[in-house]
């Protein structure tokens, strides 16, 4: 399936993916973040409704979007690598888990790309760190595709040609792997009471 499609929106919905996973795991010094309760709300509301939940799109974000494939040539000619796209890709042992990663590369790699505003990407060419909802993603993506590295890739045809491309490896890292999906599986478990708890109550109503 293409990504962006009918199909690949339905094969997502309602499901924890790559691309929510920092969402999913967001934690406060007191808990979990708001955003964990945002997100679980979408997931009960697209299988409730059997719709996907519309989502903010931006000018920037838009950009990203046009961008990539342009970001992908660029990436497959200078790592002279063959990128093969994908759709969704269901996680091997957890249910109502998946991610859509941007790119297989050869037997053991992925890769992920990013267009982001020109500020940003001059940071990143002047070594800013990965942002951790990256880290986040790409190691989901890593757990779900069953891949050992993934290249993070930052583009920006804007700026004088040798400073368009950034790639940097991220390993994959078993720990953070095992916490992302000790926290996933707390989450589908809420998920999980909540829809039943709203099936026995309008179950009940309707007797």
């Known amino acids: 399936m293409i990504q962006g499609s009918p199909e690949w929106f339905a094969a997502r919905l309602g499901k924890v993916t790559a691309s929510r996973i920092a969402d999913v795991t967001a934690r406060t010094k007191t ?3 708001a955003s964990r309760q945002n997100i679980m709300a979408t ?3 697209e299988r409730l409704t059997g719709e996907p939940q519309e989502t903010y799109t931006n000018k920037e974000m838009q950009w990203g979007t046009d961008t990539e494939p342009q970001a992908r040539d660029a990436y497959e000619f200078f790592a002279d690598v063959d990128v093969v796209q994908v759709g969704f890709v269901d996680h091997p ?3 109502d888990c998946g991610a ?3 790119g297989l590369v050869g037997e053991v790699g992925l890769v992920e790309i990013k267009c982001p505003n020109t500020a940003t990407h001059l940071d990143f060419l002047l070594g800013e760190k990965i ?3 990256y880290l986040k993603q790409m190691q989901w993506q890593m757990a779900c595709t069953n891949r050992q590295w993934c290249d993070f890739v930052c583009f920006d045809p804007r700026v004088p040609p040798r400073m368009r491309l ?3 490896r991220v390993k994959r890292n078993e720990v953070m792997i095992e916490t992302l999906t000790a926290d996933v599986e707390v989450f ?3 998920m999980h009471t909540k829809l039943r708890a709203l099936a026995a109550k309008f179950d009940r109503e309707a007797a």
């Open 100 to 102: 859509s990663p941007d």
């Open 31 to 33: 808990g979990w973040g």
């Open 93 to 95: 042992k957890l249910s």
């Open 166 to 168: 950034h790639i940097e």
């Open 43 to 45: 997931l009960i509301a």
């Open 131 to 133: 942002p951790e909802k």
């Open 188 to 190: 589908l478990r809420e």
